[in-house]
């Protein structure tokens, strides 16, 4: 198999690749433009967020509570390009209390997690975030 890029399947995977790479430099502008204004954003344990402004806000939510790495992504694509899926690991700093949430206080977590994504017109439609809220409650309590 050739990977040059003229396939749907490797652009849906560069393009994943891609908008984790804007989210490990904290370039939250790079990661909404490879959003469709209609995204649909799937909290992990919560609601649908739909449009790019309500994504912008949660990113804002998350920088000012979580300092966040991924590491060990792993993208698989389907053939025509239209869904993707990654696995990763989070390297993460807790900074300041999150709602609902324990007390922060600059605590470290390293956490597995998964995303789903629907891509359309070379932009992601959707994205699904999964990881254990459970596992990382225990993490930042000790």
């Known amino acids: 198999m050739k990977i040059d890029g003229n396939r749907r399947q490797d ?7 891609t908008y984790y790479a804007a989210f490990n430099r904290g370039d939250w502008d790079g990661m909404l433009a490879l959003l469709t204004d209609d995204v ?14 309500a994504f912008a806000a949660f990113l804002g939510r998350m920088n000012a509570s979580y300092r966040e790495q991924l590491r060990d992504i792993v993208v698989l694509a389907s053939l025509d390009g239209d869904r993707a899926a990654a696995e990763y690991v989070v390297h993460g700093e807790y900074l300041n209390t999150d709602e609902g949430l324990p007390p922060a206080m600059g605590q470290a977590y390293v956490l597995p997690g998964g995303a ?12 699904t975030n999964y990881y254990n809220l459970q596992d990382w409650i225990a993490q930042v309590s000790r």
């Open 40 to 53: 649909a954003h799937d909290l992990n344990q919560g609601a649908r967020e739909t449009g790019r402004e």
């Open 11 to 17: 652009r849906a995977t560069e393009l994943v690749l």
């Open 116 to 127: 789903f994504f629907d891509i359309r017109d070379d932009r992601i439609a959707r994205v």
